[in-house]
């Protein structure tokens, strides 16, 4: 299995427009994402987004966040955790959070994940981003699976 993280964040003159380009900017807009919960399976391997048929049905793990409020901080984040048997996503999103705190959120959830499943973490990843919105604004933070 290969899998890629990704994150984007956009304005747009809706919450479904500013999503909508935010998913563009994180190069899965133009896909269907098929929402999956948060296990991969043994030997995964993250590697680059590559471009994606137009179209074509896409698994992944999504968190996101949509604001209409001027100067609001908007985070999202996603969590990857391997190890030798399989591994664990986590996502996390916040509004006016501080950004670091979306992370060590999702990174806190990823490994108690991980640990109560007995497995140790041989590779622990984040993204996360954030946007200061101006008019309508969104944050999307992806794990997609490609194979």
Known sequence: M???ITSGTAEGPTKLNAFDNALLEAGIGDVNLIKVS??????TKIVELPELEPGSMVNCVLSHRVSERRGDIISA???VA???????????????M?????????ISMVRY??????????????????????KCGAAVSAVVYLD
Do not use: Q
């Open 2 to 4: 290969k899998v890629a």
């Open 38 to 43: 948060s296990i991969l399976p043994r030997n």
């Open 77 to 79: 984040a996603v969590a």
């Open 82 to 96: 391997t190890s030798s048997d399989f591994g664990c996503v986590v996502e996390n999103s916040g509004v006016n």
């Open 98 to 106: 501080d950004p670091e705190d979306v992370r060590s959120e999702a």
């Open 113 to 134: 994940m991980m640990s109560v499943r007995g497995l140790e973490i041989k590779e622990l990843i984040v993204e996360e981003t954030n946007h200061v919105v101006k």
